[in-house]
């Protein structure tokens, strides 16, 4: 099980990058096989470039700091 406190604490390391473009990330769930669903705020929720940012960003950042972690979704 993926601990949510952990990923809670990422997500805040990744904010300030996040807000430096007017968006933002919200923890919505995780799945019990190790899926975190996200919701992307502000500018990145209409950003064409979002999901780039979720997959080569976001994921890429919870999956080697938060053990568990096996993929990240946009809700």
């Given at each position: 099980?993926?601990?949510?406190?952990?990923?809670?604490?990422?997500?805040?390391?990744?904010?300030?990058?996040?807000?430096?473009?007017?968006?933002?990330?919200?923890?919505?769930?995780?799945?019990?096989?190790?899926?975190?669903?996200v919701?992307?705020?502000?500018?990145?929720?209409?950003?064409?470039?979002?999901?780039?940012?979720?997959?080569?960003?976001?994921?890429?950042?919870?999956?080697?700091?938060?053990?568990?972690?096996?993929?990240?979704?946009?809700?």
């Amino acid at each position: 099980m993926v601990d949510r406190e952990k990923v809670e604490s990422a997500l805040n390391q990744m904010r300030p990058a996040l807000m430096r473009d007017g968006g933002n990330v919200e923890l919505v769930d995780i799945t019990d096989d190790g899926v975190v669903k996200v919701k992307l705020l502000g500018a990145c929720g209409s950003c064409p470039m979002s999901i780039m940012t979720l997959k080569g960003g976001i994921e890429v950042e919870l999956r080697r700091g938060v053990p568990g972690v096996k993929a990240v979704e946009a809700v």
